[in-house]
């Protein structure tokens, strides 16, 4: 599966560099051997890890692949909630990684296509996160085409500071770089300074990092002898790309998709690319939409060997993602150009869904963790343009004797820091139909022009 790490490309002392610290493959696959080794040992249906973006973590990860044992990767600022859901939930054990221990040679493990390799947990609309499992297969058949689509190879050298607990930065991310063979710089942090230092010839990022480096310019101009700039998580707005173009001399490629999915559709390396779209689907992917009659926009759906297996434990929700005639549902709205069958993200389905900088919000989440503060009687959650972050979260609740920088702090410590509102604001009431429902639509219409 990671075909850098049997020296099909050779080897180099900065083969992996992460935060600053350098190993080379053999070293990689010895301390991800030690990890095969105890993990063997111990039996578990699944294991965890505190995702820092360490070599510890990419250790952790190949370790689970050799073993044949799937990784659950928590997110480093995960508060006790959100930690708690996810290991009962996953029933795997958090382990540490050592990574000056090394083992000569892994367990000798036998492994199917069809085999969890890891479960990554991402929001819903409504209730606690679930997790997505995915195949190796999935995860092979989404790398090798984004190789394909991308023209990614041994001779790049992958640039991105993505979080390592999901798909965009784990598995496009590293997996990516160590099936590939390309050389990786993870700089820790998505900085436009870091991004301009490393001197790669593919980078990656979400549409908040590009923003950030188009508002740098002397940090984009570094970027200019680069082979390929890929964006995704997120709709990179059309004035990002224009700035980036001029900085740069780069048009940069959007690519979409979802954890559940992988990457599904993509631009393509020196291939025409035209802002707001995300390309054509990839090699093995087939895309429709599910418009009403007469109407040219409506629900992507898709089909492919890229697919999840299904949410960790819960066969109704795997059901429900899937129409009738089987075809996954993305509960966003798209659109396909009739000429090149160029896809358009146009939205999604759903306003409870929350992007902000790349990162998946439910609002039902935020909103549960804010009613378990006992100042709060009513919450409801709603994302709000924001020009840095896409969508930032907005809180309005009904509450006494508190600030809104303690409702921040509380969900921040509660669930994680990214979930955090950016702003609270308080009400006498939140509007409700007939059904109880919050009105989530006069919420922002009654917002003050900065809200909208
Ligand atoms: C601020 N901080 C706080 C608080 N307020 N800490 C605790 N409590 C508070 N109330 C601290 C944080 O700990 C952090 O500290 C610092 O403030 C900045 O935090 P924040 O503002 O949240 O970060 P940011 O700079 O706004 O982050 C922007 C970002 C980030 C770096 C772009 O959003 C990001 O990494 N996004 C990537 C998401 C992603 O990978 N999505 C992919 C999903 P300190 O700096 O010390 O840590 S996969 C996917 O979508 C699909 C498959 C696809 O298509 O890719
Ligand atoms: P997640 O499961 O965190 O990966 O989030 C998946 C969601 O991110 C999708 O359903 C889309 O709403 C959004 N998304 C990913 N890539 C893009 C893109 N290039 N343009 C617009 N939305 C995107």
């Not at 050799?66 to 996953?90: F, K, Q, T």
């Not at 090798?144 to 790049?156: G, N, P, V």
Request: negative net charge; charged residues 20%.
């Amino acid at each position: 599966m990671l075909t850098a790490l049997t020296g099909a490309h050779g080897d180099r002392a900065d083969a992996v560099t992460v935060a600053g610290r350098a190993t080379s493959y053999e070293e990689l696959l010895g301390a991800a051997r030690a990890v095969a080794v105890d993990l063997d040992r111990s039996g578990l249906p699944a294991f965890a890890v505190t995702a820092t973006a360490s070599l510890e973590t990419v250790a952790a990860v190949v370790g689970g692949l050799l073993a044949g044992v799937p990784c659950v990767p928590l997110p480093p600022d995960a508060g006790p909630a959100e930690r708690g859901h996810i290991l009962a939930d996953s029933r795997a054990r958090l382990i540490e990684t050592d990574f000056a221990r090394r083992a000569p040679a892994g367990p000798a493990v036998t492994h199917a296509p069809g085999d969890p390799a890891l479960i990554l947990y991402t929001s819903g609309t409504t209730g606690p996160p679930k997790g997505v499992v995915l195949s190796r297969a999935a995860i092979t058949a989404d790398l090798d085409a984004l190789a394909e689509a991308w023209q990614w190879s041994a001779e790049d050298t992958l640039v991105h500071g993505l979080p390592l607990f999901h798909v965009h930065g784990l598995v496009l991310g590293v997996l990516g770089a160590l099936r590939t063979g390309s050389r990786l710089v993870h700089t820790g942090r998505p900085t436009p300074e870091a991004y301009a230092a490393a001197g790669g010839s593919l980078y990656f990022g979400v549409p908040t990092v590009w923003s950030r480096i188009a508002s740098a310019p002397a940090s984009a101009a570094a970027l200019s002898g680069a082979r390929l700039l890929v964006s995704g998580s997120a709709a990179l707005p059309a004035p990002v790309f224009r700035d980036l173009e001029r900085l740069t001399g780069q048009r940069p490629v959007e690519r979409y998709g979802m954890t559940e999915t992988l990457i599904t559709v993509s631009g393509r390396a020196g291939g025409e690319v035209r802002p707001g779209t995300v390309g054509t689907p990839l090699t093995g992917i087939t895309t429709r939409i599910a418009a009403e009659p007469g109407a040219d926009i409506g629900e992507l759906q898709l089909t492919g060997p890229t697919l999840f297996s299904g949410y960790l434990g819960r066969p109704e929700a795997t059901a429900a993602a899937y129409t009738e005639d089987g075809w996954f549902r993305t509960g966003d709205i798209a659109a396909v150009d009739d000429r090149d069958g160029v896809h358009r993200i146009v939205g999604r389905a759903s306003t409870d869904l929350i992007k902000s900088g790349g990162y998946r919000i439910g609002a039902g989440e935020i909103e549960n963790a804010l009613l378990d503060h006992p100042a709060v009687s009513e919450a409801a959650v709603v994302g709000v343009p924001d020009t840095d972050l896409g969508q930032r979260i907005v809180a309005f609740v009904v509450a006494q004797n508190v600030t809104g920088s303690e409702l921040t702090d509380f969900v921040a410590a509660h669930l994680s820091v990214h979930k955090r509102p950016r702003e609270v604001r308080f009400v006498t009431a939140i509007p409700r139909n007939a059904m109880g429902k919050p009105q989530k639509r006069l919420l922002l219409d009654d917002a003050p022009p900065h809200l909208t």
